[in-house]
T-cell receptor, first 112, second 112 residues
Framework: DGGITQSPKYLFRKEGQNVTLSCEQN?????MYWYRQDPGQGLRLIYY???????QKGDIAEGYSVSREKKESFPLTVTSAQKNPTAFYLC???????????FGSGTRLTVV | EDQVTQSPEALRLQEGESSSLNCSYT??????LFWYRQDPGKGPEFLFT???AGEEKEKERLKATLTKKESFLHITAPKPEDSATYLC?????????????FGKGTKLSVKP
């Protein structure tokens, strides 16, 4: 079955470390997105990519980086510059022209 | 600025007690309005897409409606398994293609 796989489900990071969250899709979708979700807040867009080797900053890109070397993969790196990285991270994908997002199951990142 | 506001923030119902969730939006030219269901610790699950005022969509006990200023998610005779957070999102020409603006959600609890 087609879908989006995020890994790991839980991730712990020490302060000052960079960590990378994985997102893989087999839906043949062109566009992929990373959102951050905090309690009491809506989903906030971090980065998005509409085509391989191209991506754009969202509303809260500071302290994050991404790559899009393959259509199926859109990894997110949370760098040490991100001051408050503890959150639930969601990856999503869609076809171009937009008809709906498919979300992954999320990664919960905790700074220890 | 495009904005989505959901109300109430939380709603407690008894099993069988019908009610509605509200999503009001301010966008310059709506391209689509989307409803998602999110269970704790999981990614959002797509429910409905509405594109024009007057449009309605139904799925089991859920019915989504759309006007020029707001959308309602009507829940008829809810069951405990309907307990979840319901997210509303809109897409407008102001955002890059495919990007959604999410509300903060309504947390629904249905007691047996």
């Amino acid at each position: 079955d087609g879908g989006i796989t995020q890994s790991p489900k839980y991730l712990f990071r020490k302060e000052g470390q960079n960590v990378t969250l994985s997102c893989e899709q087999n839906l043949n979708h062109d566009a992929m997105y990373w959102y951050r979700q905090d309690p009491g807040q809506g989903l906030r867009l971090i980065y998005y990519s509409q085509i391989v080797n191209d991506f754009q900053k969202g509303d809260i890109a500071e302290g994050y980086s991404v790559s899009r070397e393959k259509k199926e993969s859109f990894p997110l790196t949370v760098t040490s510059a991100q001051k408050n990285p503890t959150a639930f991270y969601l990856c999503a994908s869609s076809t171009t022209g937009y008809r709906g997002y498919t979300f992954g199951s999320g990664t919960r990142l905790t700074v220890v | 600025e495009d904005q989505v506001t959901q109300s109430p923030e939380a709603l407690r119902l008894q099993e069988g007690e019908s009610s509605s969730l509200n999503c009001s939006y301010t966008v310059s030219g709506l391209r689509g309005l989307f409803w998602y269901r999110q269970d704790p610790g999981k990614g959002p699950e797509f429910l409905f897409t509405l594109y024009s005022a007057g449009e309605e969509k139904e799925k089991e006990r859920l019915k989504a409606t759309l006007t020029k200023k707001e959308s309602f998610l009507h829940i008829t005779a809810p069951k405990p398994e309907d307990s979840a957070t319901y997210l509303c999102a809109v897409q407008s020409p102001g955002g890059s293609q495919g990007n959604l603006i999410f509300g903060k959600g309504t947390k629904l609890s249905v007691k047996p």
